[in-house]
């Protein structure tokens, strides 16, 4: 069946200039996670989403980061303003209500020039 | 702080030969660890689990044991094959109602041919 899907899989933009990534869970899953992984790094949390609670968002690492679910299934996740030390790859996973193991998408490589 | 981490950044093994990953954690309270395999450009990959009432668990061609007492745990790849090479993180849900997983910088496994 399909997995996690991430889109784009790579963007270069300059500083300064808003992002806007995608991710569509597996079907039926209602936990959503988003990571952000540097280079050669593990991952780092940055939101959480259970079904139409209110989202976890104490991984952010700034104002200029936020996320939304809609209609329970695809999430965006909006950097403004990005700056260099954004540059990462961005990682979407979904699992089952309370359940583990979570599946990853593939990513988005994220450079800022 | 609690932390799961991986003992060596790379293992390099002869194609055929068994392979064996470690990882030590330090929350005694982690009931749950989740062995993940990612490639170059690819998300990270679901290999097998184990929950903390059991120290062994097998799959196909691997297996991962659990030592409580020591809090450590291990993952060991038979036959290792040119297509295992790959970074293995060990990955221990956080004891929070998300769930979040915490991933160690990973051990880089490279196999020989």
């Known amino acids: 069946g399909a997995g996690v899907s991430q889109s784009p899989s790579n963007k270069v933009t300059e500083k300064g200039k808003d992002v806007e990534l995608r991710c569509d869970p597996i079907?039926?899953?209602?936990?959503l996670y988003w990571y952000r992984q540097s280079l050669g790094q593990g991952l780092e949390f940055l939101i959480y989403?259970?079904?139409?609670?209110?989202?976890?968002k104490s991984g952010l690492p700034s104002d200029r980061f936020s996320a939304e679910r809609t209609g329970g299934s695809v999430s965006t996740l909006t950097i403004q303003r990005t700056q260099q030390e954004d540059s990462a790859v961005y990682l979407c996973?979904?699992?089952?209500?309370?359940?583990?193991?979570?599946?990853f998408g593939d990513g988005t490589r994220l450079s800022i020039l | 702080g609690e932390s799961v981490g991986l003992h060596l950044p790379t293992l390099s093994v002869q194609e055929g030969d068994n392979s064996i990953i470690n990882c030590a954690y330090s929350n005694s309270a982690s009931d749950y660890f989740i062995w993940y395999k990612q490639e170059s450009g690819k998300g990270p990959q679901f290999i097998i689990d184990i929950r903390s009432n059991m120290d062994k668990r097998q799959g196909q061609r691997v297996t991962v044991l659990l030592n409580k007492t020591v809090k450590h745990l291990s993952l060991q790849i038979a036959a290792t094959q040119p297509g295992d090479s790959a970074v293995y993180f060990c990955?221990?849900?956080?004891?929070?109602?998300?769930?979040?997983?915490?991933f160690g910088s990973g051990t880089r496994l490279q196999v020989q041919p």
């Open positions: 990955a221990d849900p956080m004891d929070t109602g998300r769930r979040a997983l915490t």
């Open positions: 996973a979904s699992s089952e209500p309370g359940e583990q193991p979570q599946h």
């Open positions: 989403f259970q079904g139409n609670s209110a989202p976890d």
């Open positions: 079907s039926g899953h209602t936990a």
